[in-house]
């Protein structure tokens, strides 16, 4: 027994060493599983302290392109108003609807919040958006993070005020994509190299498609609407092996400037998910 | 001032700039990301007790990961050389008892040989580390190591640039005074 103590007093620093990397990498590797560490919470509130202080100075030198995209948002969302179009038919008249659920069974299945971004990074190989909005101004896990522009991630962990959003810069990363032109469906996916492009794969040869060519979110999504643009077709990788393209996209989203983001809660994706496990359970 | 206030606002410093400085700075290539954090352990007094040194090594690097919201990478990389550093410092220094008279590792404590061999060998294990890990998610090989000469190159240079910024000046602690 005395041995036993005195090897322990002996290596002991080794054996603290051993302690505290197991636990590290215990972090690191469950944390890719279930984007949940210890104290990742509490961390959460601590961290995007800082990042608001910080982000209250850097909103200064963006606030231009801020107002930009913004007034060009607007211009789009003008010219879907109904009061634009004509009708020449007598009947018809102006309803502005402002009910969630009516009698004729039209449900919200998508709701609308705004969010601050208050650290961004791009440089690394998972990269990380965090939002000041959290649990406590109704954000949940898993739901689309989109900008302005185009689509930005999904988020993967809250605390009372802050959210962190997985980019779509992000190894782990992967979203149903569609090319608006045809149809076609395919996934859009990030290989790390340079955060100026994503990558589409699963793209069959027999579509025609052009440089330029935009791509959307595609309607099996759970967590975004049909139609989200990603990004523009930059070049087409013809790969002689497979039936398939693999499309470089420039993204929509200018990630290097993220100011304000929307969060989008699909109200209905529990219900959708609950129905196919059980449909997979079942067989 | 203290060597424990000291390193306390060194530990805040060091953290900040990381996070607020180097990460925003816009990607180059993959294999380049500015890392100056660890420079922190390099700097520790040469009296820090083992179990202190690996202890700091494991808080700093969880600290940066909570920003960076990889939980781990960093901790386990940074108590690598924490405990690894002892053994370097008795190995190399070159005086005797100079780990006794000055206060920590530096150019004018160690001789510039001796602090730089120590540097390299510290950044170069870091970061093998560090890519390693990354590396047993997802990557080539060949992202491996350019990605370990890459930020080892780059980082060599941000210490070099940092000792000759805020040269530390050190004097010989004798016993009368």
Redesign the interface.
């Known amino acids: 027994m005395r041995n036993i103590f005195l090897f322990i007093r002996r290596y002991f620093n080794f054996i603290f060493f051993v302690l505290v990397q197991a636990l590290s990498l215990t972090f690191l590797f469950r944390y890719n599983k279930f984007h949940e560490a210890a104290f990742m919470k509490v961390a959460n509130e601590g961290t995007g302290w800082f990042n608001t202080k910080y982000d209250r100075v850097e909103t200064y030198f963006n606030l231009k392109k801020t107002n930009e995209e913004l007034a060009n948002q607007n211009l789009i969302l003008q010219n879907e108003l109904k009061s634009n179009f004509f009708s020449p038919d007598s009947t018809s008249r102006l309803i502005k609807d402002t009910i969630p659920y009516d009698t004729l069974g039209h449900y919200r299945q998508y709701l609308w919040r705004s969010a601050k971004v208050v650290n961004n990074s791009i440089g690394l190989q998972n990269n990380y958006i965090t939002l000041h909005r959290g649990e406590l101004q109704g954000i949940k896990m898993d739901m689309g993070v989109v900008s302005a522009t185009g689509i930005v991630g999904r988020v993967i962990n809250v605390s009372e005020n802050y959210a962190v959003v997985m980019s779509l810069l992000h190894r782990q990363s992967s979203v149903s994509a569609k090319i608006k032109k045809t149809g076609e469906v395919g996934t859009v996916q990030w290989d790390g190299e340079s955060p100026s492009y994503v990558n589409m794969t699963n793209v069959p040869k027999s579509v025609s498609i052009t440089k330029g060519d935009t791509i959307v979110t595609s309607q099996y999504s759970y967590l975004y609407p049909q139609g989200v643009m990603i990004g523009t077709v930059l070049e087409i990788v013809n790969d002689k092996a497979s039936n398939f393209y693999t499309l470089r996209l420039k993204p929509a989203t200018d990630f290097y400037k993220l100011e304000y983001v929307m969060v989008v809660e699909n109200t209905q994706k529990d219900e959708q998910k609950k129905l196919e496990e059980a449909a997979k359970t079942n067989q | 001032m203290s060597d424990l206030l000291k390193n306390i606002i060194r530990f805040t410093l060091f953290i900040?700039i990381q996070?607020?400085v180097l990460?925003q700075?816009?990607?180059l290539h993959?294999f380049i990301?500015p890392y100056l954090y660890f420079l922190y352990i390099l700097w520790l007094p040469f009296n820090t007790p083992?179990?202190a040194l690996?202890?700091t090594g494991?808080v700093f690097?969880?600290t940066l990961?909570?920003?960076?919201?990889?939980?781990?990478?960093h901790?386990?990389a940074c108590?690598?050389i924490a405990?690894v550093r002892p053994f370097l410092v008795s190995v190399l220094i070159s005086q005797e008892g100079a780990d006794q008279n000055y206060r920590s590792p530096s150019v004018t404590s160690m001789g510039l040989a001796p602090y730089a061999t120590y540097v390299v060998i510290l950044t170069l294990l870091h970061h093998t580390y560090l890519v390693f890990?990354?590396w047993m998610?997802?990557?080539s090989f060949w992202y491996f190591m350019g990605k370990v000469l890459g930020t080892t190159g780059v980082s060599l240079l941000l210490i070099l640039v940092t000792e000759i910024l805020f040269y530390r000046k050190q004097r010989f602690k004798t016993n009368t005074a």
């Open positions: 900040l996070v607020f990460f700075v816009k990607p993959q990301v083992r179990l690996t202890f494991f690097g969880l990961d909570y920003f960076t919201k990889t939980p781990g990478l901790a386990a108590t690598l405990y890990l990354e998610q997802f990557g």
